[in-house]
């Protein structure tokens, strides 16, 4: 059953440890200037692993951290959906409009990805970095690049975990995606076969 992490600083998974091996292995050869994490800590982990051994500047940034779920943080999607069908018709067909009430608004998580990503760009012009962040924060910052259209976020991707996103920005701030949710590094058996709604809900889903 999946539950809503969001901000709950939960450590990984025996399955994430073994997608960070293959993350790390996949980076041992990418030359990095600095590598960027959100403050939580698999995200952090998952910094570590693209680190690896090497002498390369890892720095948290809060813009990255994944969208606050307020009364719906450490919830069953379940259970929070069953209880409140209007919240699973936001998340599902129109999720700019998702706002849980003591959490982040969907369309302030948007902006504030969209700044995170600016000020990592802004900071490191001509270099190569690396940020890790959460599902939320990457779909929002696809949703920007690919559609330029916070309305169009329902139909911006889901990422695996350890998943490699590749943008190339030009000197005038242009943005390239080059490719998204590359989970080549991985073997079969640690991707998750599941569709989008069982991604969130589980196999219980009551339709």
Same mark, same amino acid.
């Given at each position: 059953?999946?539950?809503?992490?969001?901000?709950?600083?939960?450590?990984?998974?025996?399955?994430?440890? /073994?997608?960070?091996?293959?993350?790390?292995?996949?980076?041992?050869?990418? $030359?990095?200037?600095?590598?960027?994490?959100?403050?939580?800590?698999?995200?952090?982990?998952?910094?570590?692993?693209?680190? #690896?051994?090497? %002498?390369?500047?890892?720095?948290?940034?809060?813009?990255?951290?994944?969208? +606050?779920?307020?009364?719906v943080? #450490?919830?069953?999607?379940?259970?929070?959906?069953? $209880? =409140?069908?209007e919240? *699973?018709?936001?998340w599902?067909? =129109?999720?700019e409009?998702?706002?849980?009430?003591?959490?982040?608004?969907?369309?302030? $998580?948007?902006?504030?990805?969209? +700044?995170?990503?600016?000020?990592? !760009?802004?900071?490191n012009?001509? /270099?190569?970095?690396?940020? $890790?962040?959460h599902?939320? @924060?990457?779909?929002?910052?696809?949703?920007?690049?690919?559609?330029? %259209?916070?309305?169009r976020?329902?139909?911006?991707?889901?990422?695996?975990?350890?998943? !490699?996103?590749?943008?190339e @920005?030009?000197? %005038?701030? +242009? !943005?390239?995606?080059?490719?998204?949710?590359?989970?080549? =590094?991985?073997?079969? %058996?640690?991707?998750?076969?599941?569709?989008?709604?069982?991604?969130?809900?589980?196999?219980?889903?009551? *339709?």
């Open positions: 059953m999946r539950i809503f992490q969001g901000i709950t600083d939960l450590d990984i998974t025996d399955i994430g440890e /073994k997608q960070l091996k293959c993350l790390e292995k996949r980076f041992e050869n990418i $030359a990095l200037d600095k590598i960027y994490s959100s403050p939580l800590i698999r995200a952090y982990k998952t910094a570590l692993a693209i680190k #690896g051994n090497r %002498d390369i500047e890892l720095e948290k940034l809060g813009g990255l951290i994944e969208i +606050n779920g307020g009364f943080e #450490g919830k069953p999607f379940l259970e929070t959906f069953n $209880a =409140h069908p919240m *699973k018709d936001a599902f067909n =129109h999720p409009d998702f706002s849980p009430e003591g959490g982040e608004a969907m369309r302030d $998580a948007y902006v504030r990805s969209e +700044n995170a990503f600016w000020e990592i !760009v802004k900071n012009k001509g /270099k190569s970095v690396a940020f $890790a962040t599902g939320g @924060v990457l779909r929002c910052i696809l949703c920007r690049f690919m559609f330029n %259209d916070i309305t976020l329902k139909d911006a991707p889901l990422l695996d975990n350890t998943a !490699v996103c590749y943008l @920005v030009d000197d %005038d701030f +242009n !943005v390239d995606l080059k490719y998204y949710n590359d989970s080549s =590094h991985l073997t079969k %058996d640690l991707i998750p076969q599941r569709s989008r709604l069982t991604a969130f809900m589980g196999n219980e889903v009551q *339709k």
